[in-house]
């Protein structure tokens, strides 16, 4: 499989909105923004099929949130070894920023994601690490006989690589109907969807994450000069 193959969508331009969705009211603001509302919300997203090779297209009329709080925007990086877990199920959204946040940059405070939801997983040799403004604040856990575990584990990021293998994978599903893991997409969204996935080497760019349990067996908090890698 092919590594880093997905793409940093951050960087998109048609990315302003409120954190709830709701188009602004057609008496406020410029003419400029409420078109830019309405390109945004009929805009195809290109969203990676978790390594397989053909891709995924989203076609969504308004964004999916996985994750649902404001996102502070400053993106965390997200390394393991192997990745296994039973119940697996990805499909395409929007996390949003604060109003005014300092962190949305040219991005109008929206962020185009890839959700993806792990129902039960194991993480061996996982590392995490934020920029802190020139500092990387490290985290590690799981690199000894007992790997990081998570239940209903969803994370949001715009960039993903790896080896891959699923058991049992549904390409082109709508989101709304997954029933292999706790969380649905919004209807006409498109998805997948799979028994069990295997990921090795795994690399995420991420902008939130949310899990019912995560176990940090062996944890370590550090800070360096370099992010994970």
């Not at 409120?18 to 997203?45: C, F, I, K, Q, Y």
């Not at 995924?56 to 993106?75: H, K, R």
């Amino acid at each position: 499989m092919t590594k880093r193959m997905g793409a940093d969508m951050a960087s998109s331009p048609d990315v302003t909105s409120s954190a709830d969705h709701t188009p602004e009211n057609p008496e406020s603001g410029s003419a400029t923004r409420r078109g830019r509302v309405r390109l945004r919300r009929a805009a195809v997203m290109a969203v990676p099929a978790t390594f397989v090779a053909a891709g995924l297209a989203v076609l969504t009329a308004q964004g999916a949130l996985g994750v649902q709080f404001a996102i502070s925007g400053m993106p965390f990086v997200v390394t393991a070894d192997k990745l296994e877990g039973e119940g697996f199920a990805q499909f395409g959204g929007l996390d949003n920023m604060i109003e005014n946040s300092p962190n949305q940059g040219d991005t109008g405070g929206q962020v185009l994601v890839v959700t993806s939801v792990v129902k039960n997983g194991k993480i061996t040799n996982m590392c995490q690490s934020v920029d802190l403004g020139g500092i990387q604040l490290i985290l590690k856990a799981g690199g000894g006989s007992t790997p990081v575990s998570v239940k209903n584990l969803a994370i949001d990021s715009d960039e993903i690589s790896g080896d891959a293998e699923f058991n049992n994978i549904e390409i082109g599903r709508d989101s709304s109907t997954f029933d292999k893991v706790p969380i649905q997409g919004p209807a006409g969204v498109y998805g997948q969807q799979a028994d069990t996935v295997v990921i090795k080497n795994l690399y995420q760019h991420n902008y939130a994450a949310t899990a019912a349990v995560f176990k940090l067996p062996g944890l370590k908090m550090s800070f360096s000069s370099e992010g994970c890698k």
